[in-house]
């Protein structure tokens, strides 16, 4: 065999090892990229933690994974800009609490989450209440807000018991609690971030690092919805 050809040869053999290289590492990718949408599609609440991490705002958006459509409320529905719809909103959600009734099993839940997890979730900024329920799962504040996050936990706790872990449960009233006050729950963010804690919505609203934001320049700022 010639040495041009024995040359040639030895190029397209190159050329043909890089290309095999190149598409395997492009499937791998694919692969990865897949697997990880995939993760993020079964577990809503993940999704939005990692996205939390990123965002200027710390306010979730649109109509909540699994229960907005069922319940015809969007994160967007509250908004300082339009309080005759937080309020129906607000309403809509403090409904619940008082329609749902819980059993013996389903009550246990509703206390972890929101009086015994991390020190569970209240409305300290309109109420001085230790958490929205007492030890034994009574309301323990009567403000709007207490009842739409009482009135989302017990919904969610009947109808979608299995999709929900308890801390799920903690998040998902936290994000609405954000909502309520996003002013001064934007104020405690940026203290969270400073001394290194993990932004996600359990960090931020329940009483884990209850105020946190305590001194801060600028205050308290508006509150969505009534107390």
């Not at 040359?7 to 990718?29: D, E, K, R």
């Not at 309080?83 to 959600?93: M, N, P, R, S």
């Not at 979730?121 to 009574?138: L, V």
Request: hydrophobic content about 40%; some cysteine.
């Amino acid at each position: 065999m010639k040495k041009e050809t024995i040359t040639t040869f030895m190029i397209g053999l190159m050329i043909a090892a890089i290309f095999i290289v190149s598409f395997n590492a492009y499937q791998l990718q694919q692969l990865q990229v897949g697997l990880q949408s995939k993760s993020t599609a079964q577990n809503p609440t993940q999704q939005q933690n990692t996205q939390l991490q990123g965002m200027e705002s710390i306010l979730p958006k649109g109509v909540p994974a699994i229960y907005g459509a069922e319940l015809g409320i969007s994160f967007d529905d509250v908004t300082p800009d339009n309080a005759a719809k937080a309020d129906e909103t607000i309403g809509k959600l403090g409904k619940l609490d008082v329609d749902i009734k819980l059993d013996d099993a389903q009550k246990a839940r509703y206390i972890t989450a929101l009086y015994t997890m991390e020190n569970g979730i209240s409305c300290e900024y309109c109420c001085g209440a230790r958490a929205i329920i007492f030890e034994n799962g009574d309301p323990a504040c009567g403000c709007a807000h207490s009842y739409a996050m009482r009135g989302l936990t017990k919904y969610l706790i009947v109808n979608h018991g299995s999709e929900y872990t308890d801390a799920q449960l903690l998040e998902e009233a936290g994000k609405w609690k954000t909502l309520f006050f996003p002013d001064v729950m934007q104020q405690k963010a940026a203290v969270l971030k400073a001394n290194g804690v993990e932004l996600n919505y359990i960090n931020l609203a329940s009483n884990k690092y209850r105020g946190a934001e305590k001194g801060t320049a600028s205050g308290g700022g508006n509150m969505v919805g009534g107390c």
